[in-house]
């Protein structure tokens, strides 16, 4: 090869890894959305327009798009009424409403026109999802413009979003607008609503609302024109400029968001409050003195959760967030919930901060919670009971439940395709919820808060996916543990450790450990004696190739627990005869599902099998 060749391959070569180097690995889609609806409140439809930047960060060609149509699922004979009137364990809140709506109180989103670049587009619909044949390829890195009119009605509400609901609230809207469907390295997500989760595309949401003026709008984004709107938008001392209509147009920008959600009522009462350098805004309807009470209550409680949040699981990066009396349960949307507001303040509270939660989780972050929902909701429910001062018994519990029922399925299914939504509820809240509280106990307490942070700040506005969480997590712990992610997300095994024998030899004493369950873990064991004192033991499993930090309480490390060995002896000091009681896990953080067999008192000696003397060799 000559010189001339030599050169050139090596500054190709250069060339090539620092451009490789230089390109975000994690590529994202952008969709800015420009809409302006009008709403007949009369007969609760709606005609709107929409403009659709849409920028095409992937590697790869464009032909079509999608996008989602959530109206149409409350429809009889939607693929969400057939599912929720043949599942095992029926939604309460729907079961067969679905089938008996009338015309008047389905939903519907209909497209009148569609149009990518000024060419009209053919497409059909398929239930909730519209399916489009482009004009011309979406190159990588090139930017397109889709502008549609379509019209909508507002269907009973059933399920998050609709009309009328039972707290008398006369809108909330949620999922009301066609919704162009992410695309990510694992390609298309267009999947057909059921009532599950969500995931979208990042974007600027410039919206304008067309309404009777006696309605009052809370939701996201922040209001472009409060001298016009008034109630309680505008500062003190400013006067109020309302145009002489029938009706006023509400206009919202909110910047670098997924999504976008609001609610409407002639009732609601607006009141602010400032905490964190955060606008927390409510939208309420004082029914009784009792209601009003709650919702002045609330402001302090959910300010004091803002505070914690910002402290342990980083900065909430918008300036406002929205709490909308909304009449369904509670459910996240970007700065702002959907949520009851008629019940005990207890309840209330913890659903407003539940969803307040989901800024970070969901909002923010933005894991594609269709196929990861524990990463969200369960997430949620850990910081949510952190917050509530640290109790997660109940977490516990609703697990070892779900295991004694034989329902459980592994988290690494799709939400929508769980055959119960029991088995789907408590895997997603609450073994998500375990999930953290399992590797907190691998990692270290430390570890374990500076893992949470630095996931935060790395990954937000991302969509991380179970990989990138595990990693940040092996980087600030120096621990291995893609084996516990794959044992905890893509299996049902459980963890289940005992004590069998307990004997002293030679001068020597033993504990046999047995490990029933299928999944290792690393393992703290307390040994009491009768004189008072106690020692503490810490034995990792080898596919760690590490160890937690020690804490305030002295242990001494043993050899690492092969995972393959089914037992493990454990030498400890003193005698057998002097020995109190032994325990595994006397914190009792790991979720081993038969604590029965974790401790042991003896005062016998018993002789070595044969297993026990290879073992003695090994370690």
Not at 182 to 192: F, L
Not at 420 to 439: D, E, I, P, R
Request: aromatic share 14%; net charge neutral; with cysteine.
């Amino acid at each position: 090869m000559n010189k001339f060749c030599i050169a050139s391959v090596i500054f190709l070569n250069i060339f090539c890894v620092k451009n490789l180097l230089s390109q975000n690995y994690r590529w994202q889609q952008k969709a800015d959305y420009t809409m302006a609806i009008d709403m007949n409140t009369d007969n609760h439809q709606f005609k709107g327009t929409q403009k659709i930047v849409y920028t095409n960060n992937s590697p790869d060609t464009l032909t079509k798009v999608f996008y989602h149509l959530y109206y149409n699922a409350f429809q009889p004979m939607s693929a969400m009424d057939v599912r929720s009137r043949t599942i095992a364990d029926p939604d309460r809140r729907v079961k067969d409403r679905i089938f008996k709506l009338k015309n008047d109180e389905i939903g519907f989103q209909k497209i009148i026109s569609l149009s990518q670049d000024k060419q009209a587009l053919s497409y059909k619909v398929e239930g909730t999802i519209l399916e489009v044949n482009l004009a011309k390829p979406i190159l990588p890195k090139a930017k397109v413009t889709f502008d549609m009119q379509f019209e909508a009605q507002v269907p009973n509400q059933i399920r998050r979003t609709g009309k009328n609901n039972a707290e008398k609230v006369s809108y909330s809207m949620a999922q009301w607008y066609p919704k162009l469907c992410e695309y990510d390295e694992q390609g298309w997500h267009a999947n057909p609503y059921i009532a599950r989760e969500f995931y979208g595309n990042w974007g600027d949401f410039d919206v304008k609302i067309t309404i009777d003026s006696a309605f009052v709008i809370g939701g996201t984004g922040y209001l472009q024109n409060p001298q016009e709107i008034g109630h309680g938008y505008l500062p003190k001392g400013q006067k109020v400029k309302r145009p002489n209509s029938p009706k006023l147009t509400w206009h919202f920008l909110a910047p670098n968001v997924h999504d976008f959600a609001w609610g409407a009522d002639k009732e609601y009462v607006h009141t602010m409050l400032q905490a964190e350098g955060v606008d927390l805004h409510y939208f309420y309807q004082p029914a009784t003195p009792e209601i009003k009470a709650n919702w002045e209550k609330l402001p302090a409680y959910t300010a004091k959760a803002l505070a914690f949040l910002n402290k342990n699981f980083g900065k909430y990066p918008y300036k406002q967030y929205s709490f909308v009396q909304g009449g369904d349960g509670g459910m996240e949307y970007p700065m702002a919930t959907l949520m009851n507001g008629n019940g005990a303040f207890e309840g209330m509270a913890g659903t407003a901060v539940h969803e307040l939660i989901h800024s970070w989780f969901q909002g923010v972050l933005a894991t594609n919670e269709a196929l990861y929902a524990w990463m969200d909701e369960g997430f949620n429910s850990f910081a949510g009971d952190e917050f509530e001062g640290g109790n997660h018994a109940g977490t516990y519990q609703a697990y070892y439940n779900l295991v004694k029922s034989g329902k459980e399925e592994p988290l690494s299914l799709h939400a929508d395709h769980f055959n119960t939504n029991y088995a789907y509820s408590v895997a997603a809240y609450g073994k998500g919820s375990l999930f953290l509280l399992q590797l907190r106990y691998i990692i270290g307490e430390e570890n374990f808060k500076k893992g949470m942070l630095n996931y935060f700040n790395t990954w937000k506005f991302r969509h991380p996916n179970t990989n990138d969480f595990i990693r940040v997590m092996e980087k600030v712990s120096n621990v291995e543990l893609d084996w516990f992610k794959e044992y905890f997300v893509n299996t049902t095994h459980t963890i289940d450790y005992g004590i069998s024998e307990v004997y002293s030899e030679n001068g020597k004493t033993f504990a046999k450990l047995d490990k029933i369950g299928r999944v290792p873990m690393p393992l703290d064991i307390e040994v009491k004696y009768k004189n008072g004192s106690k020692v503490t033991y810490y034995i990792p499993i080898d596919l760690m190739r590490g160890e937690k930090p020690q804490t305030e309480t002295k242990r001494i490390i043993k050899p690492d627990w092969t995972w393959t060995f089914p037992s493990y002896l454990l030498e400890i000091e003193g005698n057998a005869d002097d020995i109190e009681s032994i325990i595994i896990d006397p914190k009792e953080e790991m979720a081993d599902i038969s604590k029965e067999n974790n401790s042991y008192t003896t005062k016998k000696t018993v002789t070595p099998s044969k297993s026990d003397v290879m073992f003695k060799e090994k370690y």
